[in-house]
């Protein structure tokens, strides 16, 4: 059983530009959810994605969207980035009210 | 809205000491909670969870109960390791909607 991987793992943009995250969900789970996590900060809702349909999203702008696939991955997209979208940003799978399995992470830094 | 009060950090003990981490909470209805480890350049891991009232999570040598009366659920270990360096969450959830957390804490062992 694969678990949650994310990719890139680092990647580095400069403000305005737009960047895409990536996830895999761990086999048989049909539920992700996004956080970003902030230099000495604690992980924060960015929204959660269930059989391909958003059902719940956190106080972040709608410059930040996401995509569910049929086989359950999904993408985070950022557009016009802010020097204050550096931080570390988490995909987490589940069942749909089990428990949530991070991935490691793609670390943003915006310049 | 809900919300997780975690002591402040960072947390520096002694090998074989003891260890608490204070955690508290509020939120409407009975969330689940939760403790998350994070250690260096990785993501997120669960280390222990309580569901209910007077539950006691427990996991690795670490413990934590879940107190309605304090709304508390504080971390604690008998004999902390240098391996158990890394940074601690506390984190509440209500039925299958996000995760809330803490703002970590950081603890360091030294041999």
């Known amino acids: 059983e694969t678990g949650v991987t994310q990719s890139p793992t680092h990647l580095i943009k400069t403000r305005g530009q737009q960047v895409t995250l990536r996830c895999s969900s761990q086999s048989g789970h049909n539920t992700v959810s996004w956080y970003q996590q902030a230099l000495g900060q604690g992980p924060q809702f960015i929204f959660q994605y269930y059989r391909e349909e958003e059902n719940g999203r956190g106080n972040f702008p709608p410059r930040f969207s996401g995509l569910q696939f049929p086989n359950y991955s999904s993408e985070l997209n950022v557009n016009a980035l802010e020097l204050d979208d550096s931080a570390l940003y988490l995909c987490?799978?589940?069942?749909?009210?089990?428990?949530?399995?991070f991935g490691e992470g793609s670390r943003l830094t915006v310049l | 809205g809900d919300s997780v009060t975690q002591m402040e950090g960072p947390v520096t003990l002694s090998e074989e000491a003891f260890l608490t981490i204070n955690c508290t909470y509020t939120?409407?209805?009975?969330?689940?909670l939760f403790w998350y480890v994070q250690y260096p350049g990785e993501g997120l891991q669960l280390l222990l969870k309580?569901?209910?009232?007077?539950d006691k999570g427990s996991n690795k040598g670490f413990e934590a109960t879940y107190r309605k009366e304090t709304t508390s659920f504080h971390l604690e270990k008998g004999s902390v390791q240098v391996s158990d360096s890394a940074v601690y969450f506390c984190?509440?959830?209500?039925?299958?909607?996000?995760?809330?957390f803490g703002q970590g804490t950081r603890l360091t062992i030294n041999p």
């Open positions: 987490a799978s589940s069942s749909a009210d089990g428990e949530l399995f």
């Open positions: 309580a569901t209910k009232a007077d």
């Open positions: 984190a509440l959830r209500q039925g299958a909607q996000k995760l809330v």
């Open positions: 939120a409407t209805g009975y969330p689940s």
